[in-house]
Structures are given as structure tokens and as C-alpha cells.
Nanobody
């Protein structure tokens, strides 16, 4: 059973930065994709950014140029550097991993962008 633990959320002013981390444990196999999704109140959960073990990335249009995803495959950890944060980035951010076609989710970390 793969477990994902997110950290790094919090409250930040517009224009500020945060760095999220997600550490995976319990996987016997390499993790193909690790990524971040977010869900604001009353909205669906959407992709923010994802990265394969080979380094290919995918970003939501709304975060391109502001957010950067990175991975440490040796540590099974994925990061999300979020810069120039906007109030509309406020959401619960969830980590997702795909291992041998099985998907796993973390419990989420709250990010609030407010003055």
C-alpha cells in the first residue's frame, strides 16, 4: 500500500510563494507519475501539475509560468514550487501517484492566498 503525505501548505499573501512537498512510502515498485491536483470549495478536483519518472511534465494553463513541479526519484518525493500566488489558487492541494496502473492520493494540504 502506497502512502502519500503532503506538507508545506499555509496562508500567504497575493504575490507570495509556497513550496509543497509530497513524500511517498510503501511502494515496492517505481512510481510512474507523481503530481498535484487541487480542489476549491464547490468545484471539482483538477490537475495542477504532474511529472513522470522520466521527467516529462504537464501543467494546467492557469499555473504555467508560475508553478514548477520537480521530483526526487530516489526519495519518492515530488515538490511544487508556487510563485506569484493569486487568490484563485486557494484550494486544498492533493498529491497523486500512479504505481503499476494503481492510483493513490494523499489527504491534502490547504493553501490559502489572501491579503
Amino acid at each position: 500500500q502506497v502512502q502519500l503525505v503532503e506538507s508545506g501548505g499555509g496562508v500567504v499573501q497575493p504575490g507570495g510563494s509556497l513550496r509543497l512537498s509530497c513524500a511517498a512510502s510503501g511502494s515496492r515498485f517505481s512510481i510512474y507519475v507523481m503530481g498535484w491536483y487541487r480542489q476549491a470549495p464547490g468545484k471539482q478536483r483538477d490537475l495542477v501539475a504532474a511529472m513522470t519518472s522520466g521527467g516529462s511534465t504537464d501543467y494546467a494553463d492557469s499555473v504555467k509560468g508560475r508553478f514548477t513541479i520537480s521530483r526526487d526519484n530516489a526519495k519518492d518525493t515530488v515538490y511544487l514550487q508556487m510563485n506569484s500566488l493569486k487568490p484563485e489558487d486557494t484550494a486544498v492541494y492533493y498529491c497523486r501517484a500512479i504505481v503499476r496502473s494503481m492510483e493513490y492520493w494523499g489527504r491534502g494540504t490547504q493553501v490559502t492566498v489572501s491579503s
